[in-house]
């Protein structure tokens, strides 16, 4: 059983918009943080926006005021909302879900992935 499940990509014209949803199978308050990486061909893997569970949020300055990092508690559901979409912004999108474990070691979550293609 997958721990996070990813959903929402698709192909979207450049300046469209994106949202894709990440389903926990526990409470997302059992982590420390949640967020969105991205990986293109070729490329590391980048952070792209993180929300930790006070609330606060982090974007890669690629996205800022463009995307917006979300969840729904009742749902259990992590959500990142892509807006005015650029042809760079194309890439596989991996949810991801930090706990701190006894000895202060983070320990990581991820999802399969869903692909966000933009096309110019």
């Known amino acids: 059983q997958e721990d996070l499940v990813e959903s929402g990509g698709g192909l979207v014209q450049a300046g469209g918009s994106l949202r894709v949803s990440c389903v926990a199978t526990q409470s997302i308050f059992s982590f420390n943080s949640m967020g969105w990486y991205r990986q293109a061909p070729g490329n590391e893997r980048e952070l792209v926006a993180t929300l930790f569970r006070g609330d606060g949020t982090h974007y890669a300055d690629s996205v800022k005021g463009r995307f917006t990092i979300s969840r729904d508690i009742a749902k259990n559901t992590l959500y990142l909302q892509m807006n005015s979409l650029k042809p760079e912004d194309t890439a596989v999108y991996y949810c991801?879900?930090?706990?701190?474990?006894?000895?202060?070691?983070?320990?990581?979550?991820w999802g399969q992935g869903t692909q966000v293609t933009v096309s110019s």
């Open positions: 991801n879900a930090k706990k701190r474990n006894w000895s202060g070691n983070d320990i990581d979550y």
